[in-house]
Every structure is written in C-alpha cells, then in structure tokens.
C-alpha cells in the first residue's frame, strides 16, 4: 500500500503541474484487512514496528483525505494474474475479465 501511494501522490503532483485538478481521495484496493487496519488504526502501531515508515505514510495520506482504502478479496483482485502463480480456474476468469483472448484458438 505504501508503493501505490507514492505512486498516487507523484501522480497528484504531475497532473497538478499540467493544470489537472482532482479534489477526490484515490481509492486503494488491498486483499490484505490487516493492512487496511494497521494504517487506519493506531492502535495496530505497538505490533508493528518494522514496518513504521510505511504505516505512517499511508496513515497520513489516508487522515489527509488524498487516499481512500477498500477491501477487495484475493478472487477479486485481476493484477493477481501478472504477479502471482493461480489455479487454472482463477487464471482464466481474470483472462477473461481483461478482454484477452486466444488468437490462436480454432474458431
């Protein structure tokens, strides 16, 4: 979460050079709920320690109201097939939710 909202945030700043207003919070999806907690509750702070820099950066973005955070399930989650090994299932359900297809297929 805390790579994306770098990457928001440059974003924010190039379309602000280019004259390109966006009053409204990014969405961030995560599967991870533990994520979505520790950077909204401080409470979740004391237990993780190593991951401070992070957790302050998205927690900042995320009180600041430029980013907003929503769960989205494992199943849901289409960049999954770029970055993750899947069932054959699952592949082919995100193949198909990104319009590709076999050109090769006979048809």
């Given at each position: 979460?805390?790579?994306?909202?770098?990457?928001?945030?440059?974003?924010?700043?190039?379309?602000?050079?280019?004259?390109?207003?966006?009053?409204?919070p990014a969405h961030v999806y995560c599967d991870n709920q533990?994520?979505?907690?520790?950077?909204?509750?401080?409470?979740?702070?004391?237990?993780?320690?190593?991951?401070?820099?992070?957790?302050?950066?998205?927690?900042?973005?995320?009180?600041?109201?430029?980013?907003?955070?929503?769960?989205?399930?494992?199943?849901?989650?289409?960049?999954d097939l770029l970055t993750k090994a899947l069932g054959?299932?699952?592949?082919?359900?995100?193949?198909?939710?990104?319009?590709?297809?076999?050109?090769?297929?006979?048809?």
């Amino acid at each position: 979460m805390a790579a994306i909202t770098c990457e928001l945030t440059w974003i924010r700043y190039v379309l602000q050079d280019l004259q390109v207003y966006h009053s409204g919070p990014a969405h961030v999806y995560c599967d991870n709920q533990a994520a979505i907690h520790i950077a909204a509750n401080l409470v979740f702070h004391e237990r993780t320690k190593h991951i401070e820099l992070d957790c302050h950066l998205v927690r900042e973005k995320l009180q600041a109201g430029q980013i907003t955070t929503h769960y989205t399930p494992s199943k849901h989650q289409i960049a999954d097939l770029l970055t993750k090994a899947l069932g054959k299932g699952l592949f082919h359900a995100h193949l198909r939710k990104l319009g590709m297809h076999n050109i090769h297929a006979p048809t």
